[in-house]
């Protein structure tokens, strides 16, 4: 099973990207996915996810400007950021759970499977 996300890169402030994550080796359509992000030498943090039912859920840093969504036929998540801020310069992966029910979404622990990050860089 993998997980692999792409589409990060540098952009200047009110800028916009969308990251993509593309699932392999298992379907992801009944589980719930989320986007994580980690500065350097801070802890990961939630930024969204959605659960297999169409829910979703986001950080309040973010929410209003990033839009997390999926494709299930293409079995992948995307990550749409509109209004980038420098203090949202960070590695951002891609994560999913395997349990069919999720409590505690915005807790990495609950996720089961990592994509290998990709960097976003937003500057001033």
């Known amino acids: 099973v993998q997980l692999q996300a792409c589409g990060g890169g540098l952009v200047q402030a009110g800028g916009s990207l969308r990251l993509s994550c593309a699932a392999s080796g298992r379907t992801f359509s009944s589980h719930t996915m989320g986007w994580f992000r980690q500065a350097p030498g801070k802890e990961r943090e939630f930024v969204a996810a959605t659960r297999r039912g169409g829910s979703t859920y986001y950080a309040d840093s973010v929410r209003g400007r990033f839009t997390i969504s999926r494709d299930n036929a293409k079995n992948t998540m995307y990550l749409q950021m509109n209004s980038l801020k420098p203090e949202d310069t960070a590695a951002y992966y891609c994560?999913?759970?395997?349990?069919?029910?999720?409590?505690?979404?915005?807790?990495?622990?609950?996720?089961?499977?990592w994509g290998q990050g990709t960097q976003v860089t937003v500057s001033s």
């Open positions: 994560a999913a759970a395997l349990r069919a029910i999720v409590t505690s979404i915005r807790l990495p622990s609950t996720y089961d499977y």
